[in-house]
């Protein structure tokens, strides 16, 4: 499952702007406004993840995720979602000790995103 | 109009909230099932959009509490799910979905999703103002009550029992018998144009005072053709229609506007005319008290093949204790309590 998983999260794009430029119906103002919220609630969502981790709760850890998994759907952010949704069925089948390495892949895949971002030319 | 939209994900409320508003709708965001149900209550949502996995309550558990309750009119609801499967989507239809998107959501579909949801809302609407026109037609009247509720359900009753009639089964599916609940209350809606004189006279009508009611068949029937013909599209319309203008025509041609006789009477008209005749004959009037259901039950059997068709008649008689049920149910004062006739065959 987890080797099925990464070769998924290495085919998906870290960000598709045509596509959630087509979500935000056009406005690019819209577009930068949702991706600055984006980032921002993402950072402080990986860190209610990372403790819930470590706190071992696992509910906790799925709701987080799938939660991730969400966003990153809307915001176009293909490979984030994929290891959010790693993350949150592990959490669902209780195979929580392969977390810990989905989590390495997803905190990866987010400087990725970051970057991504980053060289947006608006 | 207006939109719950129920997502505890922040980027993705506010990104529906953007797309719904520039479609025209006017949206509100609820954080999750428990919120949005509190909102709901209030009733002034009558179009969900919901977040299917959420804290406190999922959005399956919030449509299986949305169809627990009736808050005033249907609560059309879309789920917004990354879940897939045949066992998902009969999970949320089971609990009272009405239709899914897939997320993330694309803004063209949720937009023409919506849009079948207010078509199927405002069926709803036009059902209410269907019956409201009626009523207010009634309203002059001050001795009708509940007239037309009643009428609407004897005119259902007789129906379902004729859809078992081998020569009807085809012609009286569910959606005739559903029109015909909807448009019997418009039969008398033609009264509107009888004067005041001649509707509230409290006593028996002359010959000519009532040569002048007998002209609110031909009112309502007229006045109900020029809406069909200027909203071809708009089906129930014909059935109004027939039943306004003919449900006082006897099967023995002898009847009014237009003396029609047997099958030339139109079949919703039929059977209104029976459910119209047995609700005046049970009902108090200024000039007579109301009858006992045996002795409506008699006249009806006496007026078989003259006044009304043998097969309504037939009906009539194998669903009595229905008739008597509604009678109770809708009844506009005291009326004594009655069962039916032993005598009766109890064929149902």
Redesign the interface.
């Known amino acids: 499952m987890i080797m099925e998983m990464e070769h998924e999260g290495q085919a998906a794009s870290a960000f598709e702007l045509d596509e959630l430029v087509d979500r935000c119906m056009g406005n690019l103002e819209f577009v930068e406004r949702v991706l600055t919220k984006f980032q921002q609630r993402f950072g402080e969502q990986l860190e209610e993840l990372e403790r819930a981790l470590a706190q071992e709760d696992t509910e906790r850890v799925v709701l987080v995720a799938h939660r991730l998994k969400g966003e990153s759907a809307s915001v176009a952010a293909a490979a984030l979602r994929n290891r959010a949704g790693e993350i949150e069925k592990l959490g669902r089948a209780g195979q929580v000790s392969n977390i810990p390495h989905c989590l390495e892949r997803l905190r990866a895949e987010w400087a990725q995103f970051a970057e991504s971002v980053s060289t947006l030319d608006w | 109009m207006r939109v719950l939209v129920v997502e ?5 409320a ?2 529906l909230e ?2 719904l508003g ?1 479609f025209g709708y006017e949206v509100e965001i609820a954080r999750n099932g428990r919120e949005a149900f509190r909102q709901i209550r209030t009733g002034r949502y009558r179009l969900v959009v919901s ?1 299917w ?1 959420m ?1 406190e309550m999922t959005g399956v558990e919030l449509c299986r509490q949305i169809r627990k309750r009736r808050f005033g009119g249907y609560v059309y609801v879309i789920l917004l799910t ?1 879940r897939s499967g045949t066992r998902n989507v009969v999970e949320g239809l089971n609990a009272g979905a009405d239709d899914f998107i897939s ?5 063209e579909e949720l937009c023409v999703r919506l849009r079948a949801g207010e078509r199927i809302l405002s069926l709803q609407s036009r059902d209410l103002t269907i019956f409201a026109m009626a009523k207010l037609a009634e309203s002059r009247d001050p001795e009708t009550g509940a007239h037309l509720e009643r009428i609407r359900e004897y005119s259902r009753v007789l129906a379902e029992q004729l859809s078992r009639r081998t020569e009807l089964r085809d012609q009286l599916d569910d959606e005739y018998i559903q029109t015909l609940y909807l448009t019997s209350p418009l039969h008398d809606i033609g009264k509107v144009g009888i004067p005041d004189r001649v509707l509230l006279k409290p006593g028996r009508l002359t010959a000519d005072e009532f040569e002048v009611m007998k002209r609110h068949t031909a009112i309502g029937g007229e006045t109900l053709e020029a809406v069909g013909r200027a909203h071809p599209g708009a089906q129930f319309l014909q059935m109004a229609c027939d039943i306004a203008w003919s449900h006082h025509e006897k099967f023995d041609g002898s009847g009014y506007p237009r003396g029609l006789a047997g099958e030339e009477i139109p079949l919703c008209s039929r059977i209104v005319a029976l459910a119209d005749v047995y609700d005046a004959l049970t009902t108090k009037r200024v000039y007579k008290p109301a009858y006992s259901h045996e002795t409506a039950r008699e006249i009806i059997l006496e007026g078989t093949d003259t006044q009304f068709d043998p097969a309504m008649v037939e009906a009539f008689l194998q669903r009595e204790s229905q008739f008597l049920t509604i009678r109770q149910q809708f009844a506009d004062g005291e009326e004594p309590r009655e069962e039916p006739s032993t005598t009766s065959p109890a064929i149902c």
């Open positions: 505890d994900d922040d980027v993705t506010e990104m953007h797309a520039e977040d996995e804290p990354s997320k993330p959501f694309q803004p």
